[in-house]
Structures are given as structure tokens and as C-alpha cells.
Nanobody, 118 residues
């Protein structure tokens, strides 16, 4: 099994920054692509950013382009999301996702709350 644990969320003022981390552990660590999703109250869960197996390709939602940066350290089985210039509309629970082609299977973390408010 693969377990994903997010960290780094919290309360920040508009214009501030946060860095989210997602650490993967378990016996099944042949992770391919990974991504960050978020879900705000009353809204559908949406993809924020995704990254390929070795970090060579990335994709971002239009709403976060130029402000967020996704990265991963394959050796450490850890993915990051650097969030700058945060806005109130970024407030949501952020979830880590890992895709394993051998199955295929998807794994989700429990989420971490990000609140952007003055």
C-alpha cells in the first residue's frame, strides 16, 4: 500500500506564501505522475498542478499559473507545491494524488487546509 501525507497548510494573509509537501511511503512506491488537487466549500475538486514521473513535465490550472510551482524529489518520494501571491480564492483543502500505472491505481492523501484571509 501507498500512503500519502500532506503538510504545510495553514492560515496566511493575501499575498503571502506557503509550501505544501506530500510524502509517500509504503511498500508500493512505483509512482508515476503526481498532482495537487483542491476543493473549496460548495465546489468540485479540481486539479491545481500535475507533474510527470521525473518532473520533466508540469501542468497548471489557469487560475494558478505564474503563482504556484510544483516539483518533486523522486529519491525522497516527496512532492511539493510552492504557493506565492496567495489569494482568498485559493482557500481550500489541498489533496495530494499519486498515480501508479501498475494496476492502475490512484492514491489520495487526507488533505491539508489552506486558508487565505486577512
Amino acid at each position: 500500500q501507498v500512503q500519502l501525507v500532506e503538510s504545510g497548510g495553514g492560515l496566511v494573509q493575501p499575498g503571502g506564501s506557503l509550501r505544501l509537501s506530500c510524502a509517500a511511503s509504503g511498500t508500493m512506491l512505483n509512482i508515476d505522475s503526481m498532482g495537487w488537487y483542491r476543493q473549496a466549500p460548495g465546489k468540485q475538486r479540481e486539479l491545481v498542478a500535475a507533474i510527470s514521473s521525473l518532473g520533466s513535465r508540469t501542468n497548471y490550472a489557469d487560475s494558478v499559473k505564474g503563482r504556484f510551482t510544483i516539483s518533486r524529489d523522486t529519491a525522497k518520494n516527496t512532492m511539493y507545491l510552492q504557493m506565492n501571491s496567495l489569494k482568498s480564492e485559493d482557500t481550500a483543502v489541498y489533496y495530494c494524488n499519486a498515480y501508479v500505472a501498475w494496476g492502475p491505481r490512484n492514491y489520495w492523501g487526507q488533505g491539508t487546509q489552506v486558508t487565505v484571509s486577512s
